[in-house]
């Protein structure tokens, strides 16, 4: 089997350039980054004491860092660089990691840890959006009308949203999808001609663009946070990964071209509510308690219309948030680093999952940090920090990449490290957001690290090589299995037996494997399947080999699956039985009642393993505690589900699972007359006559 037949790679319409791909692009890539002008202006000017500290230099040096944090994070870092470090055209930290896996065995550590605080950090993006994007409503009259006046009205319609957005992903999201782009183009749109219009009352303040503002704020008596004011810098720029991640659904060639759109719009918006700040600064009157100069800025007239774009667009990058998590558990399952769950493809749209444990698990977090915050400002106080960890970590591994393409060692080791320290001084600043309430989301974070180093690891114990008399070769067993097969003592139990299983070099396999079928209950079949899913770093490859050892009733099969291809086994065995049938490799196996006519194959039975930890272990009590929290993990999950076995017949089986050493000096009974061991003292005897009473 040649290269090209192991690279299948799918087509992906939107990779190249088009209009299509830019308004998909729109819709998918930036609902994160894109709605940060709801929160990041109101975040600095309430951490500054409020609209009386709105001094020039604040005002003028705080759009400066914001414009010089997308210029030298989002745009350089992201754009020019990691977009470049592409997976077949897949992005997001996993796919970076599958390109460099095989550098160091340690950069797992930070795939891990950047993948969960990604995953924890994303789930304060629905609550604080949307958050902010309905309180634009409390106070404003529609039809004469005022619908919300208090801050609990806004919680209650947050909730209300959410959990429709959560519920509805059962059914999939493919036709309000399609409209996703459209929209964030008049979002955007409408932010970079709001904040053109108010840009317009003072040209002058494009003096922000210049870095001294910047590099001045951070010493100026003027910021009351002093260096801590990056916190909420910081937010401008929290959507980056999320445009990294979603590079492999738009094209990077799309994601070029829309980012200049996106950045000046952004860059309108915070320029507008700078200039509209500085004119009401010392004139502002009935305005609202801790307002947002966000809405405050519109026309009257147009304020309703920004408010509803505001809330569409806060779904929106809820949607994209949920939707990339869906994918990010996913790849990070195929990695074999995070629990198989049960997935659901519920439209015809290849890319579109639904997960239900995640999902059900990010509504549950919403939904507690909004009644948990009661407001945006309280969320973005404590939004950030995780995502500065997952930056950090995706810097490494880009560091290991620039290194595997051999550019220039002074040049990668330059750039590199200015974005270390860089994202390092982020990482500091927002550390004070812990006690803000970040704490929430960095156990959440611990929590799934945790999950993923139990399962990894275990997973490495429990297959570890070292442990050679737990394996056994399948050659060994070659005969036992043909007179098995042809033995008529034993009943027919399937045509095709077929076993989930790792087959390691020398075609070895478990022993349990083996003991399934010649001890437990002998398992007569026709042809014995032995089936290993290996994963590949190309994301969509689907290939397969088969060895039969000679025979017409062993098979090992190896099927190479990309990380983002569905494991339907059941799917793709049929199709290997048929093309080993027409190489005259096994027999065909003809029906004599069937409701498909001329049917040559036969039945399939898939067994799968389910090991305990036998009290006969003898390793060391860490390695046994994460096998035995591994085993623990595995009870939720379905592999019949996460194989697409979900309408075949599988059996599950118990074995005992024993590691290490086992020691051969075992107690050994003594057979002894009754009558020399009635004198031994019996402590609650136990028997079929345990509850008579006694007389």
Known sequence: MDKKDLNMLKKNPHSKMSVAGFLIALGIVYGDIGTSPLYVMHSLMIGNGGLKNMSDNFILGSVSLIFWTLTIVTTTKYVLIALRADNRGEGGIFALYTLVRKRAKWLIIPAMIGGATFLADGMMTPAVTVTAAIEGLKGIAINNNVLIHTQTQVII???????TLFFIQRFGTQLIGKAFGPIMTVWFAFLGLLGLFNLS?????????NPYYAIQLLTSPYNLRGIFILGSIFLATTGAE?????MGHVGRPNIYTSWPFVKICLLL????????????????????????PFYESMPPKLRLFGIFLAAMAAIIAS????????????EATKLRIFPRLKTYYPTNFKGQLYIPTVNSIIWIVC????????NSENMSNAYGLEITITMLMTTILLHQWMLMKRLNKFFTTFIIGFFFVIESIFLITNSSKFIQGAYITMIIAGVLIGIMFVWRYGDRLMDDNTFRSHFASLLAFKHQLNDLRKDPS??????????????????????NILYSILDKRPKRAEVYWFVTVNVTDEPYTAAYSAETFDTDYMVSVQLYLGFRVDQKVNVYLRQIVNDLMSNGEIKTQPQKYTTIPDRQVGDFSFVLIKEVLSPDTRISGVKKGIIHLRLVLQKFISPANWFGLSYSDVVEERVPLVLGKVSLNRIRLVRKDRSALKDIPVDNPVGDDDDEDED
């Open 269 to 292: 918006s915070y320029l507008g509510q700078a200039t509209w700040i500085l004119r009401v600064r010392d004139t502002a009157i009935n305005l609202p308690a801790n307002f947002n």
């Open 490 to 511: 034993y009943p027919l139990t399937t045509t095709n037996l077929v076993y989930l299983t790792k087959v390691h070099d020398g075609y070895r396999i478990k022993k």
């Open 242 to 246: 999320a445009l990294y991640s979603d």
């Open 201 to 209: 009352y003072d040209w002058s303040v494009l003096r922000a663009l």
């Open 157 to 163: 319609i947050t909730i209300i949203i959410l959990s």
């Open 367 to 374: 939904i507690f940090l909004v009644i948990f915050f009661q």
């Open 319 to 330: 949607q994209a948030l949920i939707s990339g998590s869906y994918t990010l558990v996913s």
